[in-house]
């Protein structure tokens, strides 16, 4: 059985969602939430992975959910 490893994005998404995240990215996702479509499309320039699971929270049903299990899946294989 193959593990899927979560990017850096998704952890940080992850530790955001569970506040414990650092500050600066505790800041980052705040604010891409808080973004109008413009600006998000200009912040994606820069942060194209972590907007994209931004807006795939706020658009996917079930996408936090297979998140969590992804993260899950992946911890657990080291017991």
Known sequence: MTIEVPSEAELQFYYYMRGT????????????????VENRERIAKGFPELVSICNRYNTESGFYDNLLKKIDNYYNSFE
């Open 21 to 36: 995240c650092g500050s600066g990215t505790k800041a980052l996702i705040t604010a891409i939430f808080a973004l109008d």
